[in-house]
């Protein structure tokens, strides 16, 4: 059974960093793209960052451009979203996600066979 558990969330002032963890279990996704998503009260879940299963290739939002690092650890079977400079507007959960098919860093959601649980980042002002 194919498990991606989420940590690092939590409650933030506007202009700090927070790192989160994906952890996969189940298979390894060294071949696959793993990327970031999030989704605000009210919103649709929209893509964030991904990476590529080499790691040799990101893509991102625009609004986290600059300001948001993608990475993988693949011998961990792990990907990390750096957050730096966070803004209110960045106040979401966040849910990491893995392609069981593609390596590109793709921003479709429906290119993502599995998700993890979510985690809440709140930025206050």
């Known amino acids: 059974q194919v498990q991606l558990v989420e940590s690092g969330g939590g409650l933030v002032q506007a202009g700090d960093s927070l790192r989160l963890s994906c952890a996969a279990s189940?298979?390894?996704?060294?071949?696959?793209?793993m990327g970031w998503f999030r989704q605000a009260p009210g919103k649709e879940r929209e893509f964030v960052a991904a990476i590529s299963w080499g790691a040799g290739t990101t893509a991102y939002t625009d609004s986290v451009k600059g300001r948001f690092t993608i990475f993988r650890d693949n011998a961990k079977n792990t990907v990390f979203l750096r957050m730096n400079s966070l803004k209110p507007e960045d106040t979401a959960v966040y849910y990491c996600?893995?392609?069981?098919?593609?390596?590109?860093?793709?921003?479709?959601?429906?290119?993502?066979?599995?998700w993890g649980q979510g985690t809440q980042v709140t930025v206050s002002s």
């Open positions: 189940g298979r390894t996704f060294s071949s696959n793209a």
């Open positions: 996600a893995a392609s069981g098919t593609v390596g590109a860093p793709v921003a479709d959601l429906r290119q993502y066979d599995y």
